[in-house]
């Protein structure tokens, strides 16, 4: 299993940005995906989740409206669009596949992980 993010960079606050994450390894459309960030000195958080099928999507309370997930089964990737960036969503940004059915929000709720993508704004 292999999970290749990009997308990421230095940008102004205010400014849009998509992630993607592009998977290898597995049948994609089994598994669903989440986006989770690390902002320096900070735990890894939960940002989103979407299902294999794209059906279904969950998002965490303080990304809600700006944060969308997305993904395409025929290109096997995830995408994490941002829009209005804040000084404050500087972090690096990781995908990760679900393997295990506990909470969404939850780290352990996922085995596979990709390298991660830094994301810095600027005011």
């Known amino acids: 299993v292999q999970l290749q993010a990009s997308g990421g960079g230095l940008v102004q606050a205010g400014d849009s940005l998509r992630l993607s994450c592009a998977a290898s390894?597995?049948?994609?459309?089994?598994?669903?995906m989440a986006w989770f960030r690390q902002a320096p000195g900070k735990e890894r958080e939960f940002i989103a989740h979407?299902?294999?099928?794209?059906?279904?999507?969950y998002y965490a309370d303080s990304v809600k409206g700006r944060f969308t997930i997305s993904r395409d089964n025929a290109k096997n990737t995830v995408y994490l669009q941002i829009n209005s960036l804040k000084a404050e969503d500087t972090a690096v940004y990781y995908c990760?596949?679900?393997?295990?059915?506990?909470?969404?929000?939850?780290?352990?709720?996922?085995?596979?992980w990709g390298q991660g993508t830094q994301v810095t704004v600027s005011s």
């Open positions: 990760a596949r679900r393997t295990i059915n506990y909470a969404l929000e939850s780290l352990n709720s996922y085995g596979d």
């Open positions: 390894g597995y049948i994609f459309v089994n598994y669903g």
């Open positions: 979407i299902s294999g099928t794209g059906g279904s999507t």
